[in-house]
């Protein structure tokens, strides 16, 4: 993972926790101002139709927010997963910085799986396709893998 990514995801997740902590900071004060409507309503300054236009708005309100709260920490769940699994797969790959031989066990560490494709005829050519899942990581795309290839080779 490229520090510029890193930094990248490290901004994504600061964003989603400041939205989080500010819709959780709105729920509270919904909560205030039901309850200071309410209050309004029993002691007459406010008519039952007012309270319960009110209430309706901070409830739906409150709904929004705890969905909205909900999505947003799962979705900072799974990149901080992700970024963790990628942390995990690069210090793997450390192990083999100096690799002669690629050996079975080497293999079983690092893929998890690799599907065969049937072979396909492009351009008068067989070609079989086959796609790669590394361990804690899943499949790469090949445009990464060629990109990386070609900026290291130039």
């Known amino acids: ?9 490290k901004k994504e997740l600061a964003s989603k926790k400041r939205a989080i902590t500010k819709a959780e900071n709105r729920i509270k004060e919904l909560d205030k101002l039901f309850t200071s409507i309410y209050e309004d309503k ?12 009110l209430a309706e708005q901070y409830e739906q309100e409150q709904e929004e927010l705890k ?13 901080e997963q992700e970024s963790n699994n990628v942390e ?12 002669q031989e690629l050996t079975p066990d ?3 560490d690092l893929v998890k799986r ?7 005829k492009i351009d008068g050519r067989w070609t079989q396709f086959i796609d790669i899942y590394y ?16 900026n290291s080779i130039a």
């Open 1 to 9: 993972m490229g520090l510029q990514h890193k930094a990248i995801v």
């Open 42 to 53: 029993t002691s007459g300054v406010l008519t039952e139709n007012c309270f319960k236009m």
């Open 67 to 79: 969905e909205k709260v909900k999505t947003l920490s799962g979705e900072i769940e799974q990149q």
């Open 88 to 99: 995990r797969f690069i210090a793997k790959v450390h192990k083999y910085f100096d690799l």
């Open 106 to 108: 080497v293999l079983n």
């Open 114 to 120: 690799v599907e065969v494709y049937a072979p396909v």
């Open 135 to 150: 361990d804690f990581i899943g499949l790469l795309p090949m445009s990464l893998l060629q990109s990386k290839m070609n």
